[in-house]
Each structure stands twice: as C-alpha cells, then as structure tokens.
C-alpha cells in the first residue's frame, strides 16, 4: 500500500531556529513529491521534486529529494512566527488518477 | 480572481439529514476532487472528476456522491450523514489530472455531524 509518513508529527522552536522537517514515503512507480503548508485553511503549494539532489528553494524554505532512500527534507533557516503552521508532504499516485497520497503533517510552532 | 470556492464553511447537522457542499471553481480546470482531513490521518481523497460526467472513487467514497454536470461544479453529496463523516472537507482543482503542482485547493468546509 503507498504510504507517505512525517516526523516530528509536532515541533516548537524559537524565533530564529532552523528546523529540518522528514518525510518518507513508499509508493510504486514515483512520480513526484509536494510539499504543502496549511494554516488554518487550504493547503498552500510550496515546492514539488521530482529529481533526487536537486534543492528546490524560495526564501528561507529549501528542499530536496533523495529517491534512493525515498525521503525528503523540508528546511526552514531563521525561523519567524508567521511559519508556525502544518506542514502536509504528499506523493502523486502513481495511477493518473491526480490523487495526492498525504502524510499526517508536522504541527510547526514558533514561539516568539 | 481564480479560485475555489466552497459552501457552507461550517455546518452542523444531525444524523440521517441529506446534506450538499458545493465546490465552484473559475478557472476552467477540467480535473476537480474532494479530500477529507482527520487529525493523525492527513488528507484523503474521497472522488474525483477527470472531466464534465466522469467521475471516479478515491480512497474513502463510503457515504459520499458526487456529480459533474458542469465543469466548474462539483459537489458533494452525503445522503445520510453519519457521526464519522464529522470532518474538514477541502475541494481542490487543476487543469488537468497530471497538473498536481498547480492544484488549487478551496477554502475547506467543516462539518460536524451529531
């Protein structure tokens, strides 16, 4: 069965923190990864990788996929309080159907 | 502005009511879906639409229907809800199925259900 997990499930940090957020997954035939963040409302895209090694980054947010370990990292450096949201990490079924397989989410809070 | 919209935001209902959330989107996207989000489970794909009166089952379509009688509609119907189908429901959008970095996901609507 695809499956897509996340850890820390939570994190709390300060102002200022760099934080490494993990997803795994297992999913026959890979397509691509997404990563999302979600505020009390609709996921919001952030980045999608398809190819291993390659940083995808925007701002103080970066990313990369290693498709031999089948993971990925999503990095916030100098972290504000405006970041604290969860985090969703999502693999796109490999059936064409447009399906995204989530993860739980990293409830992210950054304390002042 | 492009965007999904959903309605109701909130509702609560009661067991055995029939009830419709309607997803709209303006962007002339042909692929549209539904997820629901649980806490510890993420987002779950319910159905989806590839085009105008296709639609297919996702990972949990117990409980629910759905219709695509136009491209921009898309709701969800459950017949007779039940205490487990309390839950934030989010619709999402895209040009086409392969088109998942520009998903588009509306605004969410929770339903409780008692």
């Known amino acids: 069965e695809d499956k897509v997990v996340q850890s820390p499930l939570s994190l709390v940090v300060h102002e200022g923190d760099t934080v490494t957020l993990n997803c795994s997954y297992e999913?026959?035939?890979?397509?691509?990864l997404l990563w999302y963040k979600q505020e009390k409302k609709a996921p919001t895209f952030l980045f999608m990788l398809t190819s291993s090694g390659i940083e995808k980054k925007s701002g103080r947010l970066s990313s990369i996929l290693d498709k031999k370990e089948l993971f990925s990292i999503l990095n916030i450096t100098a972290t504000q309080t405006g970041d604290s949201a969860v985090y969703l990490c999502a693999v796109e079924d490999p059936g064409n159907t447009g399906k995204l397989i989530f993860g739980q989410g990293t409830t992210l809070q950054v304390k002042p | 502005e492009a965007q999904v919209t959903q309605n109701p935001r909130y509702l609560i209902t009661v067991t055995g009511k029939k009830l419709t959330v309607t997803c709209s989107q303006n962007?002339?996207?042909?692929?549209m879906s539904w997820y629901r989000q649980d806490p510890g489970l993420g987002l779950r794909q319910i159905y989806y639409s590839m085009n105008v009166e296709v639609t297919d089952k996702g990972d949990v379509p117990e409980g629910y229907k759905v219709s695509r009688k136009e491209k921009r509609n898309f709701p969800l119907i459950l017949e007779s809800p039940s205490p487990n189908q309390t839950s934030l429901y989010f619709c999402?959008?895209?040009?086409?199925?392969?088109?998942?970095?520009?998903?588009?996901f509306g605004p969410g609507t929770r339903l409780t259900v008692l």
């Open positions: 999402a959008s895209s040009l086409w199925v392969s088109s998942t970095d520009t998903q588009y």
């Open positions: 999913v026959t035939n890979f397509r691509s």
């Open positions: 962007m002339n996207h042909e692929y």
